[in-house]
């Protein structure tokens, strides 16, 4: 069987690249407070924009990203993926679910 082996920066590059799994990061629920759909908008709302920093910062750290973009390039890539990104986050994070719900962070889960 051939092995291949790859160079610093390609082996640096797949890390980073793994890393596109990120953080499971808790939402934090006022467990004393009813879900109703103000909350449940509000909890959305913590949790993406906690994701999106995270996702920033792993751009970020992709090697040639910062030195390669201008920062107008770097602003258009992460407007137009943001949403793909979160979305597959939750399909990440649910998939090992065995029943029918979504999980939007570990202390957040929506019945489909």
Known sequence: MDTYR??????????TL???SRLNLPAKTDMTRSLDDQY????LAKIFDQELVVLINWAKAMPGYTESLTLDEQ???????WLDALILDIIERSLDRNDDTLQFAPDLLISR
Do not use: D, R
């Open 40 to 43: 449940f908008l509000q909890l």
């Open 75 to 81: 602003v258009t890539i992460i407007e137009q993926s």
């Open 6 to 15: 790859y160079s610093t920066k390609t082996a640096e590059f797949l890390t």
């Open 18 to 20: 793994s890393q596109a």
